[in-house]
Nanobody
């Protein structure tokens, strides 16, 4: 199976920045669409950002202009740069891979906690 390992979460003050990383177990980006999701306590998991199979990016309205998703194929890593963080951004952030070849085949990382508080 594909393994996804997130890192980079932590505690930041409002207005601060974090960069999340997700390292894949192999060179999968040619075969998988990559994305970041988040889930806050008591809320449903929501899409934050995706890097589509066509090479374009999409973002939730709540993070547009503040978050940036990017890939580094050489390092098998997907990043989420988060700037101007708000308390409502606090959540567990999950890396996600969706197969471009096998319908419904997907993988999730274990998540990394982001806390935004003064």
């Amino acid at each position: 199976q594909v393994q996804l390992v997130e890192s980079g979460g932590g505690l930041v003050q409002p207005g601060g920045s974090l960069r999340l990383s997700c390292v894949a177990s192999g060179s999968i980006f040619i075969f998988f669409d990559m994305g970041w999701y988040r889930q806050a306590p008591g809320k449903q998991r929501e899409l934050v950002a995706v890097f589509t199979r066509g090479g374009s990016t999409n973002y939730a309205d709540s993070v547009k202009g503040r978050f940036t998703i990017s890939l580094d194929n050489a390092k098998n890593t997907v990043y989420l740069q988060m700037n101007s963080l708000k308390p409502e951004d606090a959540a567990v952030y999950y890396c996600h891979a969706l197969s471009k070849i096998h319908s419904g085949l997907e993988y999730w990382g274990q998540g990394t906690q982001v806390t935004v508080s003064s």
